[in-house]
């Protein structure tokens, strides 16, 4: 078959979504790619609308929070709306794509290119089977305008939640959140330490700010530096935001037990190699960390899906949060020292997350 995948650089998550499902397609021996629509187009804009993004969310959370919130009352109103007809912009050159580029199935695990394709099938242009995939414990705004042929979604428990802003029920598919083999795998933290060169007889907090670098990562490593104990180590990974990756290695350079990284092509390893990871309630991260098993505080979410996120988490008992980043960070040293409290976080982890997502999801795709 041949499967295009069709994905945006807002955030990190959607994109590892759709290479997790990438890889499965080669591993199965399918004629597989991935794109961005919008680097399709010549226009500045739409090829960087996703760094524009990254740097709303990096600079202004509060703004894209309040668009999230304008976002979800217009769908509330009887009329599509202007993202909707923004992303149908793109409709004539995705058609010029396809024409040259023919594609059985479409997978979008981005709002943005199941707009464009369903654009395209409203206005008689040939469409592909189109299978969208949810990347956060919510329905975002204007998912209901979208005409996809099924709706893969991260649980079963959010189905009437879908399907009260009005996709059908029998398009709701819960298989979850697809990740990538090497958060599937069965690998032992000894081991896993012994790849990174992690000392094994130390206790290990792993902080993160997602690909972007939020989630008040400053306050929560001081914190921890202030309060620690022996025999504990502070290791974190700053994702694509260069100015706080600098800004924290300048700060810690002359402590020992304070490791200060980038971004990273071994999270999994890194999940695996540490005891307890802080990390703002992004979708795909926080489905990485429960698959894995590791021990789950989510940080401050960026407003909007995060928020949403981080309530279906500790509502389920998946991870624990607060308020403040101070808050946080002792929640979590807390934690790590009670073993019970540990074995039933992991224990709901892995009861609401699926390690299979991804082989489901390529059956579900071989059937289309």
């Known amino acids: 078959m041949n499967i295009l995948i069709l994905s945006c650089d807002t955030g990190g998550g959607h994109n590892t979504a759709g290479l997790a499902i990438l890889e499965e397609l080669k591993r199965r021996g399918h004629c597989a790619e991935m794109k961005d629509p919008f680097r399709l187009s010549q226009n500045i804009i739409a090829k960087n609308i996703g760094a524009f ?76 089977k189109l299978l969208f995939i949810a990347t956060d414990y919510a329905c975002i705004p204007f998912t209901e305008e979208t005409d996809c042929d099924y709706y893969v979604i991260p649980h079963e428990s959010l189905t009437d939640s879908f399907a009260r802003r009005g996709i059908p029920k029998e398009k709701l598919i819960a298989y979850g959140i697809p990740v990538r083999r090497s958060f599937t795998c069965e690998l032992t933290k000894s081991e896993a330490r012994k790849r990174l060169g992690i000392p094994q007889d130390e206790a290990c907090y792993l902080v993160m700010g997602g690909s972007m670098g939020a989630g008040k990562v400053k306050q929560i490593v001081a914190y921890l530096i202030r309060h620690r104990k022996e025999q504990e180590r502070i290791l974190v990974i700053c994702g694509n935001n260069a100015s706080l990756c600098q800004s924290l290695q300048r700060r810690y350079e002359s402590i020992p037990f304070v490791s200060i990284l980038g971004a990273t092509r071994q999270m999994g390893l890194y999940m695996r190699a540490c005891d307890l990871l802080y990390s703002k309630p992004g979708g795909l991260t926080s489905t990485e960390a429960a698959i894995v098993g590791i021990p789950l505080i989510h940080t401050t979410p ?51 997350t699926f390690k299979d997502s991804a082989r489901k999801i390529c059956d579900l795709i071989e059937t289309m």
């Open 53 to 128: 993004y990254v740097k709303v969310v990096q600079k202004h959370p509060r703004l894209f929070g309040f668009a999230y919130r304008l976002g979800m009352l217009v769908t509330k109103m009887p009329f599509l709306s202007p993202v909707y007809y923004a992303n149908g912009k793109m409709a004539d050159l995705m058609q010029q794509y396809l024409e040259e580029h023919p594609a059985d199935v479409v997978v979008a695990p981005h709002l943005y290119p199941a707009e464009i394709l369903t654009y395209m099938k409203r206005h008689q242009m040939p469409c592909p």
């Open 302 to 352: 960026i407003p909007g899906c995060e928020t949403q996120n981080r309530k279906f988490f500790k509502k389920h008992g998946l991870s624990l949060s607060a308020k403040s980043a101070d808050r946080q960070a002792a929640l979590g040293q807390r934690l790590l020292h009670n073993p019970e409290a540990l074995a039933r976080m992991r224990q709901q982890q892995q009861a609401y």
